[in-house]
């Protein structure tokens, strides 16, 4: 029997990142994040900070992240308190040849965050507002 699943309401994040246009740093960029190659102190540290899911989807050079969280998540201060744990810095050093951002930025600096243009009536789900491009 499966255990049952308790409804929590949820928002979601949708941000945006470049990465820079070379075949070879894509296809490491890509490797570098299967499961297989993933750095368990960032995957317990974006857990740490309230996050209930991430999704990074690909087109071209183009990444998309998707960030599900509880509703009214403290977006700012949660990205703020992701960049001191373990690992964070030492991870964007290493994922930041391969994107198109400032030197030493950190997560929340180099994503992006994207407004909703569309969301279907009567759906579940609550797509975060953006305002002033950046999530509360």
Request: charged share 25%; proline share 9%; hydrophobic share 45%.
């Amino acid at each position: 029997m499966e255990p049952a699943i308790s409804p929590q309401a949820t928002e979601r994040f949708a941000l945006t990142l470049d990465l820079q246009d070379d075949p070879g740093l894509v296809a490491e960029y890509c490797r570098l994040h299967r499961p297989e190659n993933g750095w368990p102190e960032i995957a317990e540290g974006i857990r740490a900070v309230g996050i209930l899911d991430m999704e990074i989807y690909r087109e071209g050079t183009r990444l998309f992240m998707l960030i599900e969280a509880p509703a009214g998540f403290p977006f700012q201060a949660a990205m703020a308190r992701l960049a001191t744990l373990p690992r964070q810095a030492e991870w964007e050093a290493v994922v930041a040849r391969f994107q198109k951002t400032s030197p030493g930025a950190t997560s929340a600096e180099k994503w992006r965050p994207m407004a909703s243009i569309f969301k279907l009536p009567g759906s579940f789900s609550q797509i975060s507002l953006v305002k002033g491009g950046v999530p509360d």
